[in-house]
């Protein structure tokens, strides 16, 4: 299926574009280097896949209003948070082909910086007195840490199961993006009921995602635009890997010992990889993934048919076949 992210964007071209001016504004700082950092992060404005399923939700469920845009603002400083935050988890020093903020500055600033977004997120969001979904930002908070502390757990037990893998992704990457689809609806006064439903494909499609970037950990011809085995250096068992170990007849206690030397020894890194790919890991990876976008599609298809529709649809499909 040939999709082009571009034309997801298409029904919500004009929003984006003022949504872009509307978020720059927000970064007007004194601070010497706070100023430097958030222009730099400026530069860099990546997909915007968040504000982009809020303004699609948002649309497919009414009119899109003052409140909309500020919850998209909100949320995008959120997760540009999450990411510094990860970065200094990780130790990465590239993120986008661009310096990370603790590399081009120093971890103490990245943490400082990383807080900083994330007060300002939530600050945003009582500022305009929008209540209604601070419960629900501040879950999403708490649920990112958990998520990243149980993963770093696991890292170190190598044990992950599969229940244990699809509880990090919910509470590390599809509890942001299902809120998005959550506040579009909500920034639109739309009923409980739709509320829950654009929650859950929200949720469906955040699953996705994540199951595709952690595929891309496995492509040595790099497609992604990412080196390949970041995740198996770091020790992290992930969904193609835990299937490859349920499929294999052998005794894998030495691809468990190998994953656990990954950062020693990177011959170990191909060998998994040759490992996950002849047992099946990516296959049964991507059909999980495939069943959860068309979970989502299955409940989009309950709604009335509309350009907004027609986009969430895409962006579901699009995730299962895109690159980067």
Not at 108 to 124: C, E, M, P, R, S
Not at 198 to 225: S, V, W, Y
Request: charged residues 25%; contains cysteine.
């Amino acid at each position: 299926m040939d999709i082009i992210f571009e034309d997801i964007k298409k029904t919500i071209t004009e929003e984006l574009k003022q949504f872009k001016q509307f978020y720059k504004e927000e970064f007007v700082s004194f601070e010497p280097v706070l100023g430097d950092i958030t222009q730099y992060l400026l530069a860099d404005e990546g997909k915007l896949l968040r504000p982009i399923i809020i303004f699609l939700s948002a649309k497919m469920n009414g009119t899109i209003s003052e409140k909309t845009y500020v919850m998209a603002k909100a949320v995008e400083i959120l997760h540009t948070a999450t990411l510094i935050h990860d970065d200094i988890v990780d130790g990465a020093e590239i993120r986008r082909g661009m310096p990370t903020i603790q590399s081009q500055w120093s971890p103490q600033i990245a943490v400082l910086v990383g807080d900083y977004f994330l007060a300002k997120a939530l600050d945003i969001i009582t500022k305009n007195k929008i209540y209604d979904v601070l419960s629900t930002a501040t879950e999403v908070v708490k649920l990112l840490s958990e998520g990243e502390l149980f993963q770093i757990q696991k890292s170190q037990t190598l044990d992950t199961t599969e229940d244990d893998y699809l509880k990090i992704i919910y509470k590390k990457t599809a509890s942001l993006i299902s809120a998005c689809a959550r506040f579009g609806a909500t920034s639109v006064d739309t009923g409980d009921i739709v509320i829950e439903q654009m929650t859950e494909i929200g949720k469906n499609i955040g699953l996705a995602f994540q199951i595709r970037d952690d595929i891309f950990d496995f492509d040595k011809e790099n497609k992604a635009g990412k080196s390949y085995g970041n995740d198996l250096r770091e020790h992290k068992l992930t969904l193609p890997l835990i299937y490859a170990l349920k499929n294999s007849n052998a005794d894998n206690q030495t691809i468990i010992e190998k994953l656990g030397q990954c950062a020693e020894n990177p011959q170990f890194i191909d060998d998994i990889i040759d490992f996950t790919y002849t047992h099946k890991g990516i296959y049964d990876a991507e059909e999980k993934m495939k069943y959860f976008c068309q979970q989502a599609i299955n409940l989009l298809q309950n709604f009335p048919q509309s350009p907004a529709r027609e986009s969430l649809i895409m962006l579901a499909n699009y995730i299962t076949v895109r690159k980067t």
